[in-house]
């Protein structure tokens, strides 16, 4: 058995979102009675669709991502743990025990609990991000040596980022316009319940009529609004703080040169992403055309969402301003939030922001001032939580035998995939909770769940009401 969770573990990181989603596409549309031709091209699409996110983003990374450095040795900031960012914890995860048993138990259960109408959210379209769920298992058995416990850790985590991925489900494809696709990624849907209640009381505190979001800055600025441009101003504010120290010196022609590259690439990516989010948007017009014409036909028909990477989300221009701004801010509460117990610097994910940001932006529906200020709260709070289970994440990370901590450092993590408050809290309940702990969160979950279904078209009118209302 576990041979054959190797064997799978391996053809998924072998082939990777850009050949798995398009085959799944393929079958699924031909399911819906879509012709061979239009499936297959659906499927191409989407293919060419993702890689060009992949080029697009890891092109942009390479750039940003000297730049963050720069601001992190600028600042002087020593801390204890160091975050060297998602790709290397995702090679841990997949090399733990836990983690190749966890992807065999993850698979069954999308495809059942989606087959049997549990959820109308088709997960396993994005398996690759079950390494989320696998950290999180993985040290709760280097703590505990209860295997049981560490697959319920994660069974129950999977249960409850579902619930909130088929809340989210239409605000997010509404938003970034992918209809009928959704986001699973458990780092980034754990903030929902969160995002929904700071949207609510932001609103209240007047933030509606802030409106820095891309459309109005278009409307109000001209040329100077579209996002080539906010992209170039935003891109050289992040490169001339980088640079700072350097801009008048010895180097300063480098610097100058970095900084404008920055700003460059962010005009670029605000540029051609949009038009590589067309390619992979117009993969799904078969399938909803499909979908449209059964549902006429038939008024039980089900209404559902394929998860996609939240790679599809990434380059759109509230998103990546609302990211892109985040990086200094986080810099500065690791520094501030030291007292309050906070030991991890964060690095490599810093680049990640934009992903991190996708539950905020759309359910604010592009408010960029609403989107940092939940951000900054929210992954500020997940930098003290998580650092007294850093040694923890080490140990797990060591002990796969695919990393060693970098020099300077005592403990790593990765800030995107750890650093998130309701993912600590479920797995204290677990470590430390015992069964009363372990009870109320089932149970809570059973009231959650019941409620969303007796309400979903509420939930998903509240959301879309709520949207509308900053639009206007």
Same mark, same amino acid.
């Given at each position: ?169 239409? +605000? ?121 014409? +059964? ?6 028909? +089900? ?149 969303? +279904? ?19």
């Amino acid at each position: 058995m576990e041979a054959f969770l190797n064997t799978l573990s391996n053809i998924f990181g072998a082939f990777g979102s850009g050949i798995i989603i398009p085959i799944i596409l393929f079958v699924l549309s031909k399911a819906m009675g879509v012709d061979t031709k239009k499936a297959f091209n659906s499927a191409l699409l989407c293919g060419v669709g993702l890689t060009g996110f992949n080029l697009v983003i890891n092109s942009y990374s390479g750039v940003i991502a000297p730049v963050v450095q720069s601001m992190v040795d600028n600042t002087g900031i020593k801390l204890s743990t160091i975050d060297t960012g998602w790709q290397s914890t995702s090679i841990i995860a997949y090399s733990t025990t836990v983690g190749v048993l966890f992807i065999g138990v993850a698979i069954a259960l999308q495809l059942i609990l989606f087959f049997v109408g549990f959820t109308d959210v088709f997960m396993a379209s994005d398996l690759w991000n079950n390494y989320s769920f696998m950290v999180w298992g993985s040290m709760l058995y280097a703590l505990t040596g209860n295997m049981l416990l560490a697959m319920a850790l994660m069974v129950c985590q999977l249960f409850y980022i579902l619930l909130f991925s088929e809340m989210c489900a239409l +605000r997010w494809g509404t938003y970034y316009e992918y209809d009928g696709c959704c986001m699973t990624a458990p780092h980034h849907l754990e903030s929902f319940p969160f995002t929904v209640l700071m949207d609510w009381i932001l609103t209240k505190l007047g933030f509606n009529k802030i409106k820095i979001n891309a459309s109005d800055l278009q409307k109000k600025l001209g040329l100077l609004g579209e996002p080539m441009m906010i992209g170039l101003f935003v891109g050289l504010l992040i490169g001339l703080i980088g640079e700072a120290p350097f801009l008048f010196g010895e180097n300063a022609l480098t610097a100058w040169g970095t900084a404008l590259g920055v700003a460059i690439n962010t005009a670029a990516i605000m540029a051609v992403f949009p038009k590589v989010a067309a390619i992979f948007a117009s993969a799904f017009t078969s399938m909803s055309d499909a979908y449209k014409s +059964r549902a006429a036909a038939s008024a039980k028909e +089900r209404r559902w969402f394929l998860s996609v990477n939240d790679a599809c989300g990434y380059g759109e221009t509230n998103t990546l301003v609302t990211g892109v701004l985040l990086i200094p801010i986080m810099l500065v509460l690791a520094f501030i939030m030291q007292p309050l117990g906070n030991n991890v610097l964060p690095m490599a994910d810093l680049c990640a922001l934009p992903y991190m940001v996708e539950v905020f932006v759309c359910v604010s529906n592009g408010n960029i001032a609403k989107s940092v200020v939940m951000g900054a709260i929210w992954f500020g709070l997940g930098l003290i939580l998580f650092s007294q289970l850093a040694p923890t994440f080490t140990q797990v990370a060591v002990g796969t035998g695919q990393f060693t901590v970098p020099e300077g450092a005592l403990n790593v993590c990765s800030f995107g995939i750890v650093c998130h408050p309701f993912m600590i809290a479920l797995f204290y309940a677990f470590w430390k909770g015992g069964v009363v702990a372990i009870a109320v969160l089932v149970v809570l979950y059973v009231v959650l769940y019941v409620w969303f +279904r007796k309400n979903k078209q509420k939930v998903y009118d509240y959301l879309e009401n709520n949207a509308a209302a900053y639009k206007a």
